[in-house]
């Protein structure tokens, strides 16, 4: 299993931006495709975005398209989520997951490693 830890969370104004963080330790971690979910207050945990073990293959939920950038260095063993233009439904506990597949995933059943997740709140 690798490691996962996420920070980068907080509180944002509507319109403002946050660059979240995934630090992977413990396996190789080119090995592993990235994703990014998250679980807002009542509701079931989603995909946001996924990018696979090289880089080269990004795919996002339709919600955040366009808005959020998931990226990877691995060199430095972390995964990166951008988000722009946040909206206060943005509002969520987000999670870093690592997939064994080589370009990921959208289900969260093919991730096998999870961080412990960081906060972003967006104020309207």
């Known amino acids: 299993q690798v490691q996962l830890v996420e920070s980068g969370g907080g509180v944002v104004q509507a319109g403002g931006s946050l660059r979240l963080s995934c630090a992977a330790s413990g396996r190789t971690f080119s090995n592993y495709a990235m994703g990014w979910f998250r679980q807002g207050p009542g509701k079931e945990r989603e995909f946001v975005a996924r990018?696979?073990?090289?880089?080269?293959?990004?795919y996002y939920a339709d919600s955040v398209r366009g808005r959020f950038t998931i990226s990877r260095d691995n060199a430095d063993n972390t995964v990166y989520l951008h988000m722009n233009s946040l909206k206060p439904e943005d509002t969520a506990l987000y999670y870093c997951a690592a997939s064994p597949l080589t370009i990921g995933s959208s289900s969260s059943g093919d991730f096998t490693s999870w961080g412990q997740g960081t906060q972003v709140t967006v104020s309207s």
């Open positions: 990018i696979s073990r090289s880089g080269g293959t990004t």
